[in-house]
């Protein structure tokens, strides 16, 4: 799969985030305390549904703020990225207040928190019958349900100073040669060819092709791209989604990435695209992003300054929301 660039301006990124704020912030994921409490399953299709509404009212950059949050908030389940995204777009290192105040700050006066869902875990007693007695099994772990809690943005709290590990601004660092290693450890063969030009890279299934000549930061943005179409494109799935949804989740994968890194995107992609009025499509490709972009950054990021008072695993998939409501 071929790799173009089409960059048109170098505050692309930063302007469609910006676009958005007020028109996300101004519809909360919950608005009234007289409400009925939701469950997870409506929370999350509540915000999905806000989604597609933005989308198909032409509004892409719904969703580029969306990724946006995505690249630095990969510890969280989709479905709380898209409760977040709603409430504070342009949400950076998130974490509950008693993490806040263990790392020396406070919430501003003023600001409200942002409500996500967390596990409810509770014990189950299981009872068998063997030889006419009964015998309790040792209590185990069980999820029970999801509940509102609240967490705060970085920029919602002041105090001391976050530590810092490696930030990038603008470079990719060392990030391009841990991208490399990571290709190698999957077995894919990298090379350089003039062949492919225009092409700034191509994927040819167990071999990634990219241009010579690239800055770092392009040869960068290409070989995730392409690492991404390997990860993601080289099986039964690559059949039932077009070209241009390929191409885009790639490239959304590409965005999240360099977001992560420091390195900011100047690409006018639309991931718009990655929605053709199916909303069950457009989150397998969410989802598929999420996990493809986590992976790489896993394998080239260190771990994030702030530490999550909910671990990963115990966040819900929109799928476990769903049977769990």
């Known amino acids: 799969m071929e790799y173009q660039s089409n960059d048109n301006s170098s505050s692309a990124a930063t302007t469609t985030s910006n676009g958005t704020a007020s028109s996300i912030a101004n519809n909360p994921a919950s608005d009234s305390n007289n409400r009925k409490p939701q469950s997870a399953q409506q929370l ?19 969703l580029t703020a969306f990724l946006d949050v995505m690249a630095h908030l990969r510890q969280y389940s989709l479905g709380n990225l898209l409760l977040i995204a709603r409430q504070k777009p342009g949400a950076r290192n998130v974490a509950g207040i008693r993490t806040w105040n263990e790392l020396g700050r406070r919430g501003k006066r003023g600001e409200k928190g942002i409500a996500i869902l967390a596990p409810m875990i509770g014990k189950s007693r299981k009872k068998r019958e063997q030889a006419g007695t ?62 492919i030009a225009p092409a700034l890279g191509v994927s040819y299934g167990g071999r990634i092709a990219l241009l010579p000549g690239q800055t770092k930061p392009e040869e960068f943005m290409a070989l995730v791209h392409e690492t991404a179409h390997e990860a993601i494109h080289k099986s039964s799935r690559r059949t039932t989604i ?53 992976t790489i950054l896993s394998a080239i990021q260190p771990e994030e300054a702030v530490s999550q008072e909910v671990p990963e695993s115990q966040f819900p998939s929109t799928e476990t929301a769903q049977n769990a409501a």
């Open 134 to 195: 009964e015998d309790t099994d040792a209590d185990k772990s069980v999820l029970l349900g999801f509940r509102k809690v609240y967490v705060w943005s970085e920029e919602q709290t002041e105090g001391e100073p976050l530590p810092t590990l490696g930030e990038a601004t603008g470079e990719v660092g060392e990030y391009l040669d841990r991208l490399r290693e990571l290709v190698a450890s999957r077995g894919i063969e990298l090379e350089y060819s003039e062949e």
């Open 44 to 62: 999350i299709r509540e915000n999905v549904q806000y989604l597609i509404e933005q989308l198909e009212a032409g509004h892409s950059e719904a």
């Open 242 to 294: 077009t070209k241009t949804v390929r191409e885009t989740e790639a490239e959304a994968v590409a965005f999240v990435v360099s977001q992560a890194i420091g390195l900011k995107s100047q690409t006018s992609v639309s991931y718009i695209q990655l929605y053709h009025g199916n909303a069950e499509l457009l989150m397998e490709s969410l989802e598929i992003v999420q996990q493809t972009a986590s």
